[in-house]
Structures are given as C-alpha cells and as structure tokens.
C-alpha cells in the first residue's frame, strides 16, 4: 500500500475521486426524453489498467460485482498484461451506498497499469492463459496442440452462488471462442480462493465464434453471445484482413472447413453447476452478431441486441416458458420523433423511437438444425448459401421455408422492413426483481457510437452524430413487451479535432456493459476507442425518474 496525494491506493485500488453530474437539455420536444428532462447523477466508479476495456460486467445475487480486463497493453507490468477475469472484494452492491466518493483521474495516470477503484479492492481471480490440468485458461488449441489464441480476451462473466461457494463461468472473445470455468470459495477475511479451473470443450458444436457478453437465464443458465462480425456471409469464403487469419485457426481447430450457419448464436450452458456441463446452440433466436441476450422474467421473451453496423434489435417469444428450442422472432421497425413543425428530432439527447415489432418466423431448434447441415460442404463452394434473391422471395412470401429469418436473421429482417440502422448495439439489460415486481420495468440499451447508419440522411434513424455513445431505455409493459426507446444518458460533448479525450472526461464514452442494481442504479463499463477515452472507465449512473 502506498499513497498518492493522501489517498490509499492498493495494489489494484485506489480512493482519489472527482465528483461529477450530467446536465440534461432544458429545450423539450414532444414527447420529452429522459435524457432531456432532469439530469441523472453519473459517478466514476474505477478506471481500467492501460489498453484494456471494460467487459464481463456481473452482479452475482450475494452483491458482488465480476468485471474482467480485456487486451490490456501487454507492456503492462504483470498481472495486468494479459487478460484477467476479477471481482470486487469489500462491497455489496446490493446495498451500495447513495454518496460514493468518486473515482479521479490521478491514480490512473500515476499507475496507468493498474485497475483503481473508488470502494473496495479489485481481486485477480485468473489470468489468461495461466496453466491448467487441461490446457491453458482461456486458450483455444488445434488438433495437433498447437495453440490458437492466448487467453487475453476474456469477457462475459456468469457467476451461480451455492453458499460461499460458486461456479464462474467466463466466456473469451477470441476467434474461435473459449469459455472457462472456475469452481471457488468465498473466504473469512471476504476475499476469493479458485480451487479448480478448466475449460469447456466447444469441439463437439464445431467451435465458437467471438464469444462477447451475455446473461444468466431466470432458470439460471449462462447464455453466452456469437459476435459473427460477417453481415454478407459469402465473405466466410472469401476472408480478408484478420477474418482471413482467424477461419484458419477455425479450421485449425477443427481439423475441416467449416460451415459459417454454425456461428452466430446464443449458446446456452446447460446444467451448468454439474460436473459436466453441456453448452447447447440456440438456432430459434436467429444468426446475428449476438451481443447478448436478456430473457424476462415471464422466461418466454428475450430481447437480443445485435453488434457491429447496420444493424438490427431483436425479440424472441418462446412457446413456452423456460425454454428456448422453439418460439417467434421478431425485428424492430422504429419511428423517431418530429417537433412541433414535422420534422425529425435529430439531436440525440432529445430524439425517441417508436418501436413496432414485425414478426419474422417461428421457428425450432431442430428444423433449423437440419436446415444448417445442408450448408455442412467442405469444398469451400461460397454459391451454396441462402442468397440475397432467397431472401427476397422469403420476404415475399414466396419461399419454401423459412430459414431465411433464422440462418440470415438480419438480411431477412430488414427486407421485411425492420430498422437495419443500427450502429455499435452493445449490453441490453435490466434488473431481474425490480421487472419482476414492475418496481424497476425498464430495460437499457447501451449504444457505443451513434454514427454510419444511425448519423446519415436516410432510413429510419437520422441522428446527428456522437461518436461518445448513448445509453437508451425502454419501458416494460405487464406483458413484458416495450414500444418505446428513448434516451436515458449521452455521451459527449466530442471534440472531433483533439489528439485525445475527444471524449468529455466527465461522461460515458463507448458504453458497453450494463448492469442494473436493485435500486435502479446502473454499471456502465466503457469500450472507448482510445482517441476518445483514456483509460476506460466504469460508471455508476443514477437515471432521472420518469
């Protein structure tokens, strides 16, 4: 331990604070957006070790709050040069206090290599690529041992409590993916003891695909995400740039070519505090660039977001409760608002959507599972796909099925007229009691960077520009449905010809991971680009009430 300036600082805490709020618009439109009504309350709550971003973000039901550091600069002095998978020890953030003081920036760039938090300590639980008895944490190898990534990508964390004990699940956002599984104990003095670790073996669903953030079903399963980061999917033939290096480390891995209508799922962990745990792919909720999945508390929707550009958001009915083999797809279509003269609010803070949810297809696990092994050929043959003119055809009501909305999910959505506009969609959660209860009957929304699709003259979204992100929020209904997404907190204001910190310090930048605590608080993790943030940061927001 030692000081800085009179604050304590541990090894990877510190106490420094600058205390902070956010100014919402006086100007109104109609209707009103939160963000613009008045202002939230927004407390920097930790900054990152140099290079890395915020990810894994989990708060388990005993209050403890998981975040991982992913692809820290791997100059950093060790233990932060690779990935770590940590949590906070020292505070229940299930009784949080009102008054924090907040987090400065000193600390961060007086120990830029360290993570520095405002209450507790930041615990390394593992580190990737650390041995274990089946391999290394995190790392993914080829059928002849030769490893294929190193660990330094961890991401969604899943934490399920029996007692002081639990399981950690954590998912690796390499290609191909990984996940890990840590058994451990809480100890006397509240800090972490890992008695076990090992990996989960993807081998037999022929491997996963960028494996981002992701949630803990009602029934209590980790739900992990495909990022599949190819809108045309005849590019899975003809890669460039790092998708070229990373499908061969896939068909490494597999020791074959692979068929790309086995990527982009959610990937459910079955029995998972078992000794052996299954991880299942659900085909039902579409083939998209899964960020995550939130499922209600009704255990039959599911809202699903959708990273990367032109984009869409999704929403899934399960048949029945508990179970996600089979149910109905949806997109949705948004409508922004206009002022009093007709036109477009394009201001961010200030602009909402309507949302109409078009139905896509029903759809089951097991048919769709059939349709995917047509595409199982090993000759590379980029012809043999669901083409644009099948997708077409589908949306006319002309095909014979409908594998288009479930094998290319959002190509099918926008022909049938969804909103493919989205740009950067990241963390959609909520806070499972407060919904169950209708006390907390929100969901949020964190937008990265309002910019391409979201930031032009055309189609649904016509926003002005903020490369600073936003984070929306929806209202939920009885039926746990929402028709409405507005503005809850942006980012900003940017300054486009800064070197650095285009970013305002003071506000979110490349929000991410959401978490909502039992109060209606939110944890904001950043993924900035580094012109715009340095280091990223993790907040505590106090929305305005509605």
Excluded at 195 to 224: E, K, M, Q
Excluded at 226 to 239: I, K, M, R, S, V
């Amino acid at each position: 331990m030692k000081r800085i300036r009179g604050c304590r600082v541990l090894a990877t805490a510190t106490a420094l604070a600058l205390s902070l709020s956010v100014a919402g618009a006086a100007q109104q439109t109609a209707p009103e957006t939160w963000a613009a009504r008045q202002p939230g309350k927004l407390l920097r709550f930790a900054t990152t070790a140099r290079g890395a971003e915020f990810t894994g973000l989990f708060l388990s039901t005993n209050g403890d709050l998981f975040f991982n550091v992913q692809h820290p600069d791997p100059t950093n002095a060790p233990p932060f040069n690779r990935g770590i998978i940590g949590v906070i020890t020292g505070v229940d953030f299930r009784t949080l206090p009102q008054r924090l003081e907040p987090i400065g920036l000193d600390a961060a760039q007086h120990e830029p290599e360290q993570v520095h938090v405002a209450l507790g300590a930041y615990q390394v639980l593992a580190q990737g690529g650390q041995t274990l008895a089946d391999g290394e944490l995190g790392v993914v190898r080829a059928l002849d041992g030769k490893p294929l990534t190193d660990g330094s990508m961890p991401d969604f964390n899943a934490y399920l409590a029996q007692g002081d004990n639990g399981v950690l699940y954590t998912a690796f956002e390499s290609r191909p993916g990984a996940m890990s599984r840590l058994s451990t104990a809480r100890q006397r003095d509240g800090t972490w003891r890992v008695d076990t670790a090992h990996n989960i073996d993807f081998r037999p669903l022929s491997g996963t695909w960028v494996n981002c953030f992701g949630t803990v079903s009602p029934w209590g399963t980790p739900l992990s995400s495909e990022e599949l980061y190819f809108p045309d999917t005849a590019q899975w033939f003809a890669p460039t740039g790092r998708n070229a290096a990373a499908l061969e480390r896939l068909h490494a891995y597999l020791g074959r070519p692979s068929n790309p209508y086995r990527y982009g799922y959610i990937v459910e962990i079955t029995d998972p505090l078992g000794s052996t745990a299954q991880p299942v792919k659900r085909f039902a909720l579409g083939r998209f660039s899964h960020e995550n999945a939130v499922v209600m508390p009704d255990e039959r929707t599911v809202y699903l977001s959708d990273d990367g550009y032109g984009a869409v958001l999704f929403k899934f009915l399960a048949d029945a409760p508990g179970d996600l083999r089979r149910g109905t797809l949806y997109a949705a279509k948004l409508h922004q608002d206009t002022d009093v003269h007709g036109q477009l609010v394009r201001d961010p803070r200030r602009a909402g959507f309507g949302i109409e949810w078009l139905n896509l297809a029903h759809g089951d696990e097991a048919t769709i599972a059939k349709w995917i092994s047509e595409y199982d050929r090993t000759d590379g043959d980029s012809a043999h796909l669901v083409s644009d003119a099948d997708i077409t055809a589908w949306a006319a009501g002309q095909a014979a099925d409908s594998r288009a909305a479930f094998l290319e999910s959002r190509k099918a959505a926008a022909a049938r007229g969804a909103s493919a506009e989205f740009s950067k969609m990241e963390g959609v959660n909520l806070n499972y009691a407060g919904a169950k209860s209708e006390r907390l009957p929100y969901l949020y929304l964190a937008i990265s960077s309002i910019s391409r699709h979201m930031a032009d003259a055309r189609g649904d979204i016509q926003l002005d520009a903020n490369p600073c992100g936003a984070v929306y929020r929806l209202r939920l209904n009885g039926q746990f449905n929402t028709s409405r997404l507005e503005p809850v907190l942006v980012g900003g204001p940017y300054r486009q010809h800064d070197a650095e910190q285009r970013c305002a310090l003071d506000n979110i930048a490349g929000p991410d991971n959401i978490v909502v605590l039992d109060d209606g608080r939110l944890v904001i993790g950043e993924d900035a680009d580094p012109q715009n943030h340095q280091p990223n940061m993790l907040w505590i927001y106090a929305p305005p009430s509605p």
